[in-house]
């Protein structure tokens, strides 16, 4: 039987209101804290190409622009979940800085690693990184005074960058397939990806934050793309090894 809260006693309305309040924090905690595991796995996906860096002492095709904009992405929501901002975004601030450290080892290890020409194109990258970020912070302390419009105008540019590092990530994955240099963790870190995005998208939902309810959506979309794209190739690989198999004559 369905219950009219206008019929209820105040007191009980309150308890009624209150528990739901209770209930969606809980949730919130909960979906945070799995949020925050599933983006350290992806975060953590990276290692195994930083660590061949590292130990080849050389890049070989592997470009730095996704790293370099991680960097800035990471940034960018960490300043969206500060109080000022966007408050009440604990879970945000802690996956988005353990991302932040992760990504300027990453970039450390890379221009270590790496040629001039690419080192003198990432300090540009980098300063022109610096120089955007000075200007949207001071123009977000200076023009807007309430959470609202702040978190409007950092969040636009969040799922900006989102967008640009989920297009630079789903273009490796269309030229590795093209190459034919898909790996089995290619196809677990597609996954992990679309089990993130759909997490945090849940989050976003039960927090009413479209920005990161458009981003994390738009991320579960392009893993759930590249894990298609991954069975996809593995399907074809198989048929075509079956045909070409020779068979025993009878």
Known sequence: MIVNQQHLPLHLTQFLTQA?????????IVLGVIGNVTSFFVFASLLPTI??????????????????????HSIMWVFYSMP????????????????????????IIYYVNTNKTTRRSMVLHYIA?????AGLVWSTLVTFDSHATR?????????FFGIILYGLDLGITVKAIRAKNVKSR???????CFLNGL???????????????????LGALIGCIQF???????CVERFRTIKLSPVDDC
């Open 20 to 28: 739901k309040m209770v209930n969606s924090e809980n949730m919130l």
């Open 186 to 192: 290619l196809l677990l870190y597609s996954l992990v």
């Open 84 to 107: 000022f901002v966007h408050p009440h975004s604990i879970p945000v601030t802690t996956v988005n800085s353990v991302g932040l450290v992760m990504y300027i080892i990453f970039n």
């Open 199 to 217: 997490v945090w998208s849940v989050y976003a939902l039960v927090k009413y934050d479209p920005y990161i309810l458009i981003e994390n959506s």
């Open 228 to 234: 298609l794209l991954y069975i996809g190739y593995y």
């Open 51 to 72: 660590w061949r860096i590292w130990k080849n002492k050389s890049v070989d095709e592997f470009k730095y622009h996704p790293l370099a904009v991680g960097i800035i």
């Open 151 to 159: 978190s409007g105008y950092v969040g636009f540019f969040c799922v």
């Open 129 to 133: 990184e610096f120089v955007f970020l």
